[in-house]
Protein backbone atom coordinates (compact mmCIF):
# COMPACT_ATOMS: atom_id res chain seq x y z
CA UNK A 1 0.00 0.00 0.00
CA UNK A 2 1.41 3.13 -0.82
CA UNK A 3 -0.30 5.69 1.01
CA UNK A 4 -1.21 5.24 4.92
CA UNK A 5 -4.20 7.74 4.34
CA UNK A 6 -7.85 6.05 4.29
CA UNK A 7 -7.77 4.03 0.72
CA UNK A 8 -4.09 2.37 1.93
CA UNK A 9 -5.56 1.47 5.41
CA UNK A 10 -9.10 0.08 4.18
CA UNK A 11 -7.49 -1.51 1.47
CA UNK A 12 -4.35 -2.85 3.42
CA UNK A 13 -6.72 -4.00 6.42
CA UNK A 14 -8.93 -5.82 4.23
CA UNK A 15 -6.13 -8.07 2.58
CA UNK A 16 -4.37 -8.71 5.79
CA UNK A 17 -8.13 -10.13 7.48
CA UNK A 18 -7.62 -12.25 3.91
CA UNK A 19 -4.28 -13.33 4.63
CA UNK A 20 -2.28 -11.21 3.15
CA UNK A 21 1.16 -9.93 4.10
CA UNK A 22 0.60 -6.14 3.64
CA UNK A 23 3.64 -3.45 3.83
CA UNK A 24 2.10 0.22 4.05
CA UNK A 25 4.30 2.99 3.55
CA UNK A 26 4.23 6.42 3.53
CA UNK A 27 6.69 9.72 2.88
CA UNK A 28 4.81 11.93 6.02
CA UNK A 29 5.99 10.43 9.41
CA UNK A 30 2.33 9.93 10.49
CA UNK A 31 -0.60 7.71 9.02
CA UNK A 32 -3.92 9.13 8.09
CA UNK A 33 -3.17 10.82 4.65
CA UNK A 34 -5.01 14.31 4.69
CA UNK A 35 -7.70 12.90 7.04
CA UNK A 36 -4.70 13.36 9.66
CA UNK A 37 -5.50 14.93 13.24
CA UNK A 38 -3.31 15.66 16.19
CA UNK A 39 -3.31 17.39 19.20
CA UNK A 40 -2.15 21.43 19.21
CA UNK A 41 0.60 20.86 21.65
CA UNK A 42 0.08 25.07 22.76
CA UNK A 43 -4.00 24.25 23.39
CA UNK A 44 -4.18 20.72 23.67
CA UNK A 45 -7.31 21.25 20.98
CA UNK A 46 -7.70 18.27 18.57
CA UNK A 47 -6.31 19.79 15.14
CA UNK A 48 -6.91 18.75 11.64
CA UNK A 49 -4.20 19.29 10.41
CA UNK A 50 -4.85 18.88 6.58
CA UNK A 51 -8.17 21.48 6.53
CA UNK A 52 -11.74 20.91 8.32
CA UNK A 53 -13.19 16.69 8.01
CA UNK A 54 -16.43 15.92 8.96
CA UNK A 55 -18.01 12.29 8.74
CA UNK A 56 -21.24 12.37 6.55
CA UNK A 57 -23.00 9.97 4.62
CA UNK A 58 -25.91 7.05 3.67
CA UNK A 59 -23.87 3.95 3.50
CA UNK A 60 -24.66 2.09 6.15
CA UNK A 61 -22.03 -0.17 5.49
CA UNK A 62 -19.19 2.21 5.64
CA UNK A 63 -21.04 4.22 9.23
CA UNK A 64 -20.76 0.52 10.51
CA UNK A 65 -17.40 0.28 9.29
CA UNK A 66 -15.76 3.43 10.96
CA UNK A 67 -18.14 3.04 14.31
CA UNK A 68 -16.43 -0.72 14.72
CA UNK A 69 -12.66 1.47 14.94
CA UNK A 70 -13.96 4.39 16.59
CA UNK A 71 -16.62 6.27 18.68
CA UNK A 72 -18.30 8.59 16.61
CA UNK A 73 -20.61 11.32 18.10
CA UNK A 74 -22.60 13.17 16.71
CA UNK A 75 -21.73 16.51 14.81
CA UNK A 76 -23.80 18.82 12.32
CA UNK A 77 -21.41 21.09 10.37
CA UNK A 78 -22.97 24.09 10.38
CA UNK A 79 -21.05 27.31 8.42
CA UNK A 80 -21.22 30.88 8.78
CA UNK A 81 -20.20 33.12 6.31
CA UNK A 82 -18.94 36.81 6.59
CA UNK A 83 -19.87 39.42 3.88
CA UNK A 84 -19.11 42.91 3.80
CA UNK A 85 -18.92 43.00 7.43
CA UNK A 86 -21.86 41.14 8.09
CA UNK A 87 -22.00 37.27 9.55
CA UNK A 88 -24.75 35.49 7.26
CA UNK A 89 -26.36 31.40 7.47
CA UNK A 90 -24.76 28.83 5.23
CA UNK A 91 -25.55 27.25 3.02
CA UNK A 92 -27.57 30.04 1.69
CA UNK A 93 -31.06 29.35 3.09
CA UNK A 94 -34.51 31.33 4.34
CA UNK A 95 -32.52 32.96 7.34
CA UNK A 96 -29.68 34.07 5.11
CA UNK A 97 -31.96 35.29 2.73
CA UNK A 98 -34.43 36.96 5.36
CA UNK A 99 -31.10 38.80 6.54
CA UNK A 100 -29.19 39.71 3.33
CA UNK A 101 -32.55 41.86 2.09
CA UNK A 102 -33.98 42.65 6.00
CA UNK A 103 -37.28 40.79 5.40
CA UNK A 104 -39.07 38.21 7.30
CA UNK A 105 -40.89 36.00 4.11
CA UNK A 106 -42.02 32.76 4.43
CA UNK A 107 -41.23 29.62 2.24
CA UNK A 108 -43.21 30.18 -0.72
CA UNK A 109 -42.78 33.85 -0.73
CA UNK A 110 -39.03 33.97 -0.45
CA UNK A 111 -38.83 31.60 -3.60
CA UNK A 112 -41.03 33.54 -5.58
CA UNK A 113 -39.02 37.03 -4.29
CA UNK A 114 -36.02 35.00 -5.79
CA UNK A 115 -36.80 33.21 -8.71
CA UNK A 116 -39.12 35.72 -10.15
CA UNK A 117 -37.75 38.81 -9.02
CA UNK A 118 -33.72 38.24 -8.70
CA UNK A 119 -32.89 35.31 -10.86
CA UNK A 120 -32.12 36.63 -14.51
CA UNK A 121 -34.66 35.30 -16.72
CA UNK A 122 -32.97 36.85 -20.01
CA UNK A 123 -30.31 33.86 -19.59
CA UNK A 124 -31.72 31.25 -21.31
CA UNK A 125 -29.54 28.52 -21.44
CA UNK A 126 -26.61 29.50 -19.06
CA UNK A 127 -22.89 28.00 -19.99
CA UNK A 128 -21.03 29.24 -17.22
CA UNK A 129 -20.70 29.28 -13.55
CA UNK A 130 -21.35 33.32 -13.65
CA UNK A 131 -24.09 32.73 -15.98
CA UNK A 132 -26.21 29.74 -13.70
CA UNK A 133 -25.84 31.81 -10.35
CA UNK A 134 -27.37 34.81 -11.76
CA UNK A 135 -29.81 32.68 -13.68
CA UNK A 136 -30.53 30.95 -10.75
CA UNK A 137 -30.14 33.66 -7.67
CA UNK A 138 -29.37 36.55 -9.60
CA UNK A 139 -27.03 39.47 -9.22
CA UNK A 140 -27.17 40.61 -5.23
CA UNK A 141 -26.66 37.35 -3.96
CA UNK A 142 -24.31 35.83 -6.43
CA UNK A 143 -22.34 38.96 -5.40
CA UNK A 144 -22.15 39.00 -1.97
CA UNK A 145 -21.93 34.69 -1.30
CA UNK A 146 -20.74 32.81 -4.75
CA UNK A 147 -18.18 35.40 -6.35
CA UNK A 148 -15.53 36.13 -4.32
CA UNK A 149 -15.42 32.96 -2.59
CA UNK A 150 -15.22 31.38 -6.07
CA UNK A 151 -12.53 33.06 -7.46
CA UNK A 152 -10.28 32.45 -4.06
CA UNK A 153 -11.24 29.09 -3.86
CA UNK A 154 -10.37 28.12 -8.29
CA UNK A 155 -8.13 31.17 -8.81
CA UNK A 156 -10.20 32.20 -11.60
CA UNK A 157 -13.70 34.17 -12.71
CA UNK A 158 -16.77 32.34 -12.12
CA UNK A 159 -17.21 33.20 -16.27
CA UNK A 160 -14.20 30.73 -17.07
CA UNK A 161 -15.90 27.79 -14.99
CA UNK A 162 -18.59 25.57 -16.59
CA UNK A 163 -22.15 26.07 -15.74
CA UNK A 164 -22.32 22.00 -14.30
CA UNK A 165 -20.19 23.62 -10.85
CA UNK A 166 -23.77 25.11 -9.65
CA UNK A 167 -25.85 21.85 -10.85
CA UNK A 168 -29.07 23.02 -8.99
CA UNK A 169 -30.62 26.04 -7.47
CA UNK A 170 -28.18 26.21 -4.50
CA UNK A 171 -30.58 28.01 -1.87
CA UNK A 172 -32.97 26.47 0.40
CA UNK A 173 -36.53 27.92 1.05
CA UNK A 174 -35.97 26.86 5.01
CA UNK A 175 -33.68 27.41 7.69
CA UNK A 176 -31.82 24.53 7.45
CA UNK A 177 -28.16 25.30 7.93
CA UNK A 178 -26.91 21.82 7.99
CA UNK A 179 -24.31 21.91 5.60
CA UNK A 180 -24.97 17.87 4.27
CA UNK A 181 -28.04 15.93 4.04
CA UNK A 182 -26.39 12.71 4.80
CA UNK A 183 -28.26 10.13 7.29
CA UNK A 184 -24.87 9.50 9.59
CA UNK A 185 -22.98 12.65 10.52
CA UNK A 186 -20.26 12.53 13.29
CA UNK A 187 -17.06 13.10 14.55
CA UNK A 188 -14.88 10.56 15.44
CA UNK A 189 -14.15 10.94 19.46
CA UNK A 190 -10.35 10.90 18.93
CA UNK A 191 -9.93 11.96 15.21
CA UNK A 192 -9.18 10.23 12.55
CA UNK A 193 -5.41 9.72 12.96
CA UNK A 194 -6.49 7.21 15.92
CA UNK A 195 -9.46 5.73 13.90
CA UNK A 196 -6.80 4.89 11.25
CA UNK A 197 -4.32 3.30 13.60
CA UNK A 198 -6.59 1.00 14.72
CA UNK A 199 -7.32 -0.05 11.06
CA UNK A 200 -3.89 -0.32 10.36
CA UNK A 201 -3.52 -2.61 13.73
CA UNK A 202 -3.60 -5.79 12.38
CA UNK A 203 -0.26 -8.58 12.86
CA UNK A 204 -0.21 -9.22 9.23
CA UNK A 205 0.40 -5.44 8.59
CA UNK A 206 3.83 -3.64 8.58
CA UNK A 207 4.06 0.64 8.50
CA UNK A 208 7.08 2.35 7.55
CA UNK A 209 6.42 6.03 7.75
CA UNK A 210 9.29 8.53 5.84
CA UNK A 211 9.08 6.13 3.00
CA UNK A 212 9.10 7.44 -0.52
CA UNK A 213 7.84 5.10 -3.15
CA UNK A 214 9.22 4.83 -6.38
CA UNK A 215 8.50 2.73 -9.26
CA UNK A 216 11.34 0.38 -9.21
CA UNK A 217 10.17 -0.77 -5.40
CA UNK A 218 7.43 -2.34 -7.06
CA UNK A 219 9.65 -5.37 -7.85
CA UNK A 220 9.66 -6.45 -4.41
CA UNK A 221 5.86 -7.16 -4.22
CA UNK A 222 3.15 -9.23 -5.52
CA UNK A 223 1.11 -5.97 -5.97
CA UNK A 224 0.86 -2.65 -5.63
CA UNK A 225 -2.02 -0.16 -4.65
CA UNK A 226 -0.80 3.20 -4.90
CA UNK A 227 -2.90 6.08 -3.87
CA UNK A 228 -0.23 8.56 -4.71
CA UNK A 229 -0.65 10.79 -7.52
CA UNK A 230 -1.46 9.17 -10.60
CA UNK A 231 1.21 11.61 -12.57
CA UNK A 232 3.50 11.43 -9.68
CA UNK A 233 4.20 7.14 -10.41
CA UNK A 234 5.27 8.01 -14.04
CA UNK A 235 7.23 11.08 -12.76
CA UNK A 236 5.28 13.22 -13.89
CA UNK A 237 6.69 12.39 -17.51
CA UNK A 238 3.76 13.63 -19.48
CA UNK A 239 3.62 16.93 -17.51
CA UNK A 240 1.37 17.36 -14.40
CA UNK A 241 -1.93 17.12 -13.47
CA UNK A 242 -3.80 20.72 -11.81
CA UNK A 243 -4.07 21.21 -8.52
CA UNK A 244 -4.76 23.64 -6.69
CA UNK A 245 -2.92 23.91 -2.62
CA UNK A 246 -3.97 25.44 0.35
CA UNK A 247 -1.59 27.13 3.17
CA UNK A 248 -2.78 27.10 6.56
CA UNK A 249 -2.02 30.48 8.95
CA UNK A 250 -2.14 29.04 12.45
CA UNK A 251 -2.54 31.25 15.14
CA UNK A 252 -4.32 31.00 19.05
CA UNK A 253 -6.87 33.09 21.04
CA UNK A 254 -7.13 32.93 24.04
CA UNK A 255 -11.31 31.93 24.82
CA UNK A 256 -13.37 31.77 21.96
CA UNK A 257 -12.53 33.36 18.75
CA UNK A 258 -15.80 33.10 16.39
CA UNK A 259 -17.84 30.65 17.61
CA UNK A 260 -18.25 28.31 15.33
CA UNK A 261 -15.78 25.49 13.75
CA UNK A 262 -15.96 26.74 10.03
CA UNK A 263 -16.60 31.06 9.17
CA UNK A 264 -16.37 31.42 5.11
CA UNK A 265 -15.20 35.00 4.13
CA UNK A 266 -16.83 35.54 0.93
CA UNK A 267 -15.49 38.60 0.21
CA UNK A 268 -12.63 38.64 -2.95
CA UNK A 269 -10.73 41.67 -0.92
CA UNK A 270 -9.94 38.96 2.40
CA UNK A 271 -7.49 36.43 0.82
CA UNK A 272 -8.51 33.70 2.46
CA UNK A 273 -10.88 32.14 2.26
CA UNK A 274 -12.16 30.63 5.73
CA UNK A 275 -11.16 30.42 9.40
CA UNK A 276 -11.79 26.97 10.84
CA UNK A 277 -11.27 26.88 15.01
CA UNK A 278 -10.63 23.27 15.81
CA UNK A 279 -12.21 23.36 19.18
CA UNK A 280 -15.77 23.41 17.98
CA UNK A 281 -15.08 20.13 15.98
CA UNK A 282 -14.98 18.69 19.56
CA UNK A 283 -17.99 20.53 21.18
CA UNK A 284 -17.55 17.67 24.19
CA UNK A 285 -13.83 18.34 25.14
CA UNK A 286 -13.27 22.01 27.31
CA UNK A 287 -10.59 24.19 26.41
CA UNK A 288 -9.29 27.65 27.56
CA UNK A 289 -7.73 28.12 24.93
CA UNK A 290 -8.01 27.96 21.13
CA UNK A 291 -6.09 27.28 18.06
CA UNK A 292 -7.36 28.91 14.14
CA UNK A 293 -6.33 27.72 11.03
CA UNK A 294 -6.90 30.99 8.42
CA UNK A 295 -6.93 29.35 5.16
CA UNK A 296 -5.46 30.19 1.77
CA UNK A 297 -6.27 28.51 -1.90
CA UNK A 298 -3.88 28.85 -4.83
CA UNK A 299 -2.36 26.78 -7.45
CA UNK A 300 -0.03 23.46 -6.75
CA UNK A 301 3.52 24.35 -8.31
CA UNK A 302 6.27 21.37 -7.77
CA UNK A 303 6.61 20.58 -4.00
CA UNK A 304 3.39 21.48 -2.62
CA UNK A 305 1.05 19.13 -1.10
CA UNK A 306 -1.89 17.99 -3.75
CA UNK A 307 -5.23 19.22 -2.02
CA UNK A 308 -8.41 19.56 -5.26
CA UNK A 309 -7.83 18.72 -8.78
CA UNK A 310 -8.62 21.01 -11.13
CA UNK A 311 -10.25 18.64 -13.80
CA UNK A 312 -10.79 21.44 -16.38
CA UNK A 313 -10.76 20.29 -19.90
CA UNK A 314 -6.83 20.81 -20.10
CA UNK A 315 -6.63 18.08 -17.04
CA UNK A 316 -9.09 15.33 -18.37
CA UNK A 317 -6.82 15.30 -21.83
CA UNK A 318 -3.88 14.84 -19.79
CA UNK A 319 -5.76 12.61 -17.59
CA UNK A 320 -6.47 10.41 -20.40
CA UNK A 321 -3.05 9.86 -21.25
CA UNK A 322 -2.02 8.60 -18.31
CA UNK A 323 -5.40 6.61 -17.33
CA UNK A 324 -3.61 4.62 -21.23
CA UNK A 325 -0.20 4.53 -19.30
CA UNK A 326 -1.79 3.00 -16.19
CA UNK A 327 -3.54 0.17 -18.05
CA UNK A 328 -0.35 -0.49 -20.17
CA UNK A 329 1.26 -1.16 -16.43
CA UNK A 330 0.80 -4.26 -14.63
CA UNK A 331 1.33 -5.27 -11.18
CA UNK A 332 -0.18 -1.70 -10.22
CA UNK A 333 -3.97 -0.68 -9.02
CA UNK A 334 -4.62 2.81 -9.04
CA UNK A 335 -6.56 3.72 -5.48
CA UNK A 336 -8.15 6.97 -3.90
CA UNK A 337 -8.40 10.54 -4.31
CA UNK A 338 -4.70 11.14 -5.81
CA UNK A 339 -4.35 7.44 -7.30
CA UNK A 340 -7.93 8.47 -9.50
CA UNK A 341 -7.52 12.13 -9.62
CA UNK A 342 -10.67 12.93 -8.37
CA UNK A 343 -12.25 14.64 -5.14
CA UNK A 344 -13.61 11.83 -2.40
CA UNK A 345 -15.29 12.14 0.32
CA UNK A 346 -14.29 10.29 3.38
CA UNK A 347 -17.22 7.68 2.98
CA UNK A 348 -16.73 7.51 -0.49
CA UNK A 349 -13.10 6.49 -0.15
CA UNK A 350 -14.00 3.33 2.20
CA UNK A 351 -16.61 2.64 -0.06
CA UNK A 352 -14.04 2.58 -3.26
CA UNK A 353 -11.24 1.06 -1.27
CA UNK A 354 -13.68 -1.75 0.13
CA UNK A 355 -14.78 -2.58 -3.42
CA UNK A 356 -11.01 -2.72 -4.42
CA UNK A 357 -9.85 -5.27 -1.79
CA UNK A 358 -13.01 -7.60 -2.43
CA UNK A 359 -12.27 -7.19 -6.42
CA UNK A 360 -8.21 -7.43 -6.01
CA UNK A 361 -9.62 -10.53 -4.19
CA UNK A 362 -12.27 -11.81 -6.82
CA UNK A 363 -9.30 -11.45 -9.17
CA UNK A 364 -6.95 -13.35 -7.33
CA UNK A 365 -9.57 -16.42 -7.00
CA UNK A 366 -10.51 -16.31 -10.78
CA UNK A 367 -7.50 -15.78 -12.18
CA UNK A 368 -8.15 -12.69 -13.38
CA UNK A 369 -5.57 -9.92 -14.22
CA UNK A 370 -6.00 -7.19 -11.45
CA UNK A 371 -6.65 -3.90 -13.35
CA UNK A 372 -5.15 -0.60 -13.10
CA UNK A 373 -8.26 0.81 -11.94
CA UNK A 374 -11.31 -0.44 -9.70
CA UNK A 375 -12.46 3.13 -10.51
CA UNK A 376 -12.19 5.18 -13.34
CA UNK A 377 -10.85 8.22 -12.99
CA UNK A 378 -12.88 9.50 -16.68
C1 LIG B 1 -9.27 20.47 2.42
C2 LIG B 1 -10.01 19.17 2.38
C3 LIG B 1 -11.12 19.02 3.19
C4 LIG B 1 -11.84 17.83 3.17
N1 LIG B 1 -12.93 17.72 3.97
C5 LIG B 1 -13.64 16.59 3.96
C6 LIG B 1 -14.82 16.47 4.76
O1 LIG B 1 -15.22 17.39 5.48
N2 LIG B 1 -15.51 15.29 4.71
C7 LIG B 1 -15.12 14.23 3.92
O2 LIG B 1 -15.78 13.20 3.92
N3 LIG B 1 -13.99 14.31 3.18
C8 LIG B 1 -13.25 15.47 3.17
N4 LIG B 1 -12.11 15.55 2.41
C9 LIG B 1 -11.67 14.38 1.62
C10 LIG B 1 -10.66 13.46 2.35
O3 LIG B 1 -9.51 14.19 2.68
C11 LIG B 1 -10.32 12.28 1.42
O4 LIG B 1 -11.47 11.51 1.22
C12 LIG B 1 -9.22 11.34 1.96
O5 LIG B 1 -8.12 12.03 2.42
C13 LIG B 1 -8.79 10.40 0.85
O6 LIG B 1 -7.87 9.46 1.37
P1 LIG B 1 -6.73 8.82 0.48
O7 LIG B 1 -6.10 7.75 1.30
O8 LIG B 1 -7.26 8.45 -0.86
O9 LIG B 1 -5.71 10.00 0.18
P2 LIG B 1 -4.69 10.85 1.20
O10 LIG B 1 -5.40 11.06 2.47
O11 LIG B 1 -4.25 11.95 0.40
O12 LIG B 1 -3.52 9.79 1.43
C14 LIG B 1 -2.54 9.55 0.46
C15 LIG B 1 -1.23 9.32 1.19
O13 LIG B 1 -0.27 8.85 0.24
C16 LIG B 1 1.00 9.35 0.61
N5 LIG B 1 1.86 9.27 -0.58
C17 LIG B 1 1.66 9.86 -1.78
N6 LIG B 1 2.65 9.53 -2.63
C18 LIG B 1 3.50 8.72 -1.96
C19 LIG B 1 4.70 8.03 -2.32
N7 LIG B 1 5.23 8.10 -3.56
N8 LIG B 1 5.31 7.28 -1.38
C20 LIG B 1 4.80 7.18 -0.12
N9 LIG B 1 3.65 7.78 0.25
C21 LIG B 1 3.01 8.56 -0.65
C22 LIG B 1 0.70 10.77 1.06
O14 LIG B 1 1.73 11.23 1.91
C23 LIG B 1 -0.63 10.59 1.80
O15 LIG B 1 -0.44 10.41 3.19
C24 LIG B 1 -11.42 16.75 2.35
C25 LIG B 1 -10.30 16.92 1.53
C26 LIG B 1 -9.62 18.12 1.51
C27 LIG B 1 -8.46 18.28 0.57
Redesign the pocket.
Known sequence: M???????AVIGRELADHGYQVTV????DHIG???HTERDAETGVLVHV???????TDDEEVWTYVNDYETFLPFKNRVKTTSKGRVYSLPVNLHTINQFFGKAMRPDEAYAFITEEQADTSIEDPQTFEEQALRFVGKELYEAFFKGYTIKQWGCHPSELPASILKRLPVRFNYDDNYFFHKFQGMPENGYTAMIERILDHPAITVKLG???ERGMAAEFDHVFY???LD?YFDYSLGRLGYRT?DFERFTYSGDYQGCAVMNYADEAVPFTRITEHKHFAPWERHEKSVCYREYSRFAEAGDIP??PIRQVREKELLGKYVELADRTGGVTF????GTYRY??????IRESLDAARGFLACISNGRAVPAFFQRPL
Do not use: E, K
Not at 2 to 8: K, N
Not at 25 to 28: A, G, I, K, Y
Open positions: VGAGLSGVDSRGNCYGPHIFHVTFSGPGLYYVGRLLDMDVT
